[in-house]
């Protein structure tokens, strides 16, 4: 009997995860062929600030999962081949490799695509000098890591307050350079978190010694070969180094008039993930997802939503109309930033506005344990942030905020968020109680419980 032929398109998060579904359900009965445009596979860009500081046990370790992991001879992974076309009607895709520059056709029954997305490099004069760096990939890590202990290297420049940008920001300042963050907002991290929280991180970046400039439009990078300035609406910055983080955008060119997308260039499935070709499915950062709190499909590149996505196709992938819709995912991250530690999940007020969807928000403020426990015994201010909605008090969104590590607490917000919990369910889930670690109404209760207008809780 002939093996079903599942092609699977990218080795990131979502190709990884397919393969490991397509094994786990349909084992020596489907042929899987991965193809991967780069020369390695597969870098996480998500653990390059951890390589960048030296916490990881070696470079070519940050990775998703390497070839000799599927020793199955139903499984064939291909890097330095780039999938060029897809032929709906013969169902083949045209492939090149990278190595020698010949094409050839390969059939599938079946085809996932996850080609992810690609660092956004700034429309302006300039961005193809020396020293002119993206922020993605194996081959721009190692490139970066050299340059954290450059002596040539003293002031560098970091274009975008995202979570990317404030990890590269964060490298080098902690490696002793001079180190600009710019962004064209008007604050830091703030299509991530609200005000209230960003405030408190701009200025902790500013006294760990990085000059913040909000509202920056980069006109040019300047120099003779190597880039020795930024040339913004308002002043020109002297750097020798500049690390672009602007945002993303989706790889998806080679699919134009091919596989519909948006006018973002995002792939459009449908509920089931499939896209507007039979047989032809797409996950992972180049789609928008379908959020539950916005209720509607948003872009939420993270690992979690291509893995879960990933997973959903595998389970439904041989059924005619599948036995139900993809159920969505709810978008949870954290980041440290020198000495404080966020997790947000769910929408913020900015993600809310732009989603269209009507939000009330409440900050609570407070200590960690019992106010008989000193700060130098480890009690420290937490934040919290509650988005919700506002008529029927469900759970949309929320983050926590400390120098200790509460970020657990994400996790808790995010399954209130995915259960559609409200703050009524909020303010009376049953937490535990230890003192050495936390309150008698847990943290996340005395938010939902302030955010409802009841008495404090003093203790």
Known sequence: MEKTKVIIVGAS???????????????????ITLFEAGDYVSFMSCGMELYLEDQVTDVNDVRNFRPENFPQPNVHILNNHEVKAINADEKAVTVTSLEDHTSKDYEYDKLILSSGVKPNSLPVSGADLENVYLMRGYNWATKIKDKLTDPAIKNVAVIGAGYIGIEAAEAFRKAGKEVTLLDVIDRPLGTYLDKEMTDILEEHLKEKGIKVVTGAKIKAFTGDQKVAAIQTENE????????????????????????????????????????NLPDVYAVGDATLAYSIPARTKMPIALATVARREA????????????SQPFGGVVGSSALSVF????????LNSFTASKAGVAISTAYYEDTLRPKYVPEKYGNTKVSIQLFFDPITHQILGGAVLSTYDVTAQGNVLAL??????????????DFFFQPGF??????????????????????
């Not at 602007?246 to 519909?260: I, M, P, R, S, Y």
């Not at 997973?311 to 599948?322: A, G, N």
């Not at 209130?416 to 889930?429: D, F, G, S, V």
């Open 438 to 459: 936390d309150r008698q109404w847990g943290m996340l209760n005395l938010a939902a419980q302030q955010a409802l207008g009841e008495e404090p809780f003093v203790e």
């Open 339 to 346: 000495d404080y530690h966020f997790a947000a999940s769910g």
């Open 311 to 322: 997973r959903y196709v595998v389970k439904h992938l041989f059924e005619k109309i599948p």
């Open 416 to 429: 209130a968020i995915q259960q559609k919990l409200t703050i009524e369910n909020l303010a009376e889930a």
């Open 236 to 275: 020109e910055m002297v750097t020798d180094l500049v690390i672009q983080a602007a945002g993303v955008k989706a790889n998806t060119e080679w699919l134009k008039g091919v596989v519909d997308l948006d006018d973002r260039g995002w792939i459009v499935t449908n509920e089931y993930l499939q896209t």
């Open 13 to 31: 998060h979502g190709g990884h995860q397919s393969i490991l579904e397509l094994l786990s359900r349909y084992g020596e009965d489907v042929e």
